[in-house]
């Protein structure tokens, strides 16, 4: 299992920077920050006129007003020319991604000149891209409220039809997280991205966290089936009907206080071990 500091040591020696080797990770916390904030971001690389190279790095999702303005953008422009599309080289990053960069220009600013602290970039905020091809978009983009930064950062777009705070809720996110997989080494979840919570970032699988199935009181399908099947087998008798109701919960509980587990009613992985249900 590789953690983000030996990819992040990997990718000092190898002098190539990529944070697409995180994308698993990287997933989990824009799947979290929208479990925070119900769609504060959005995909949108089904608009008309997107042409994504597909690189692992790249997470196509803004918050939704910059969406818009996008895809208003789009059509300005394709309605112009109708063969032109728009080519992504860079978009949503997360505070993983951040995280790499600026670890990398801490310790070597050859090969990383300048990068935000994590929290900090416009870029982890949902509200900006990077367009390779930006002469042919620049006007179209200007038209429909994208900013640009001018020579300096040429590719450079950002939009301000949105909150300007969502990187703290990528803190809060990834932090979330971790005390979801650590229950036993917890952080406190402030969204500010300190020593603490950088120092448990590089201690992160670039895969992503282990997803831990547990079952619980509202669930259904055919996993409890089998749940309330097994506690039956073993003299918990319970109605088998697919659904995780009160009388399954009653029953999951006097199995665990037998079996000396903590009894809180709800099926992990020691107690579906204990029940014989391999998944």
């Known amino acids: 299992m590789t953690t983000v500091k030996e990819a992040i040591e990997a990718m000092i020696r190898e002098r190539n920077v990529e944070t697409g080797r995180v994308s698993g990770l990287s997933r989990q916390i824009i799947a979290q920050m929208n479990t925070l904030q119900t769609g504060i971001l959005v995909n949108f690389e089904s608009l008309p006129g997107i042409n994504s190279s597909g690189e692992a790095h790249l997470n196509l999702y803004l918050q939704a007003g910059a969406r818009e303005a996008l895809r208003a953008a789009l059509r300005s422009g394709i309605a112009q020319q109708p063969s032109l599309r728009m080519t992504i080289n860079s978009a949503f990053r997360t505070v993983a991604q951040q995280h790499i960069l600026y670890r990398v220009y801490q310790r070597d600013p050859k090969l990383i000149p300048l990068a935000a602290k994590p929290g900090n ?13 930006y002469n042919a978009w620049k006007t179209y983009l200007l038209a429909n409220g994208w900013q640009w930064l001018g020579g300096n950062d040429p590719v450079h777009f950002f939009n301000t039809n949105g909150r300007d705070d969502i990187s703290t809720l990528g803190v809060k996110a990834f ?31 670039i895969r992503g966290f282990s997803v831990v199935s547990v079952f619980r009181l509202g669930d259904n399908g055919a996993v409890v089936t089998r749940i309330q099947q097994h506690l039956t087998n073993v003299g918990f008798s319970v109605p088998i009907n697919g659904v995780f109701d009160d009388k399954t919960k009653a029953a999951v509980i006097k199995f665990q206080l037998k079996q000396g587990l903590a009894a809180d009613g709800d099926v992990g992985p020691m107690t579906l071990k204990l029940l014989g249900i391999r998944l």
């Open 121 to 133: 970039s416009n870029h982890e905020d949902g509200l900006a891209i990077d367009v390779n091809n």
């Open 175 to 205: 932090q979330s997280l971790w005390n979801r997989y650590n229950p036993t080494d917890r952080m406190t979840v402030d969204g500010n991205f300190g020593d603490q919570t950088a120092a448990k970032m590089d201690r992160c699988p």
